[in-house]
């Protein structure tokens, strides 16, 4: 578990929003080297069913994407999944949009889909990162990662980041929030590893979206980074 200073903090967030006055979002500061914070009470209960209704239709078995190759690895990761677009319903992906810009200030109009994922008894994802892509960089790598948990998680199940010995104890309709890459240079900061824990006992519901480099106003040109570096 990480240790508490006074530079971690949690707050009502507005970020300068008239109608975050009157209801602002619940920011809690986890780690300021990568940027990550959690978000409480930032997805409803009401679209929460909406999505795994939707997603339970259709899931398939979840991939993992290593070495420029997509494959299935019971090992590596083991759940189910289903990709959304906004355009399956724009009234409620539209309004996490502006969510997600509203706390992020970064355009989801150059990001991925909605990945929602369902991890039922062993299911786990092995530490990875996020910021890598299809190899093929169209639109850079993923800046920012949004994860969001859709049900509640006893005891098995967390989210870990082991480079910051912190362990996410999150809970249904909450959010963690990170950046994959330096904001100087566009490297991958090593502190992003993550990885979900194998479920021993309920089901997990998640639902991830991946902020890419195209499209933000960043001081460096992701076109020219020929090589990614981890720090």
Not at 5 to 13: H, L, P, V
Not at 41 to 54: A, F, N, Q
Not at 96 to 114: F, P, V, W
Not at 162 to 168: D, G, K, Q, S
Request: negative net charge; proline residues 3%; hydrophobic residues 30%.
């Amino acid at each position: 578990m990480r240790p508490l200073t006074c530079d971690f903090k949690c707050r009502y967030q507005t970020k300068n929003s008239p109608y975050r006055i009157l209801m602002p979002f619940k920011e809690e500061d986890i780690s300021s080297d990568p940027n990550v914070k959690l978000y409480h009470d930032i997805i409803y209960d009401e679209e929460i069913k909406t999505i795994t209704d939707m997603a339970s239709k259709d899931l398939s078995d979840a991939e993992y994407y290593s070495n420029g190759k997509i494959t299935l690895l019971e090992d590596r990761r083991l759940g189910q999944l289903k990709w959304f677009s906004e355009n399956v319903n724009p009234a409620l992906f539209g309004k996490l949009n502006e969510r997600i810009e509203c706390i992020t200030d970064y355009s989801t109009k150059t990001a991925e889909g909605y990945q929602t994922v369902n991890y039922g008894l062993g299911g786990h994802f092995s530490v990875h990162v996020d910021a890598f892509t299809d190899g093929l960089k169209l639109n850079g790598n993923r800046l920012v990662t949004i994860l969001f948990y859709m049900t509640d998680v006893p005891n098995d199940g967390y989210t870990v980041f082991p480079n910051l010995n912190y362990v996410a104890h999150c809970s249904k309709g909450t959010a963690l929030v990170w950046l994959n890459l330096y904001l100087n240079n566009g490297s991958i900061n090593s502190g992003t590893f993550h990885g979900g824990c194998p479920v021993i006992k309920g089901n997990k519901w998640i639902m991830t979206k991946g902020i890419y480099e195209e499209g933000q106003h960043l001081t460096y040109n992701w076109r020219n980074n020929e090589k990614i570096t981890i720090v």
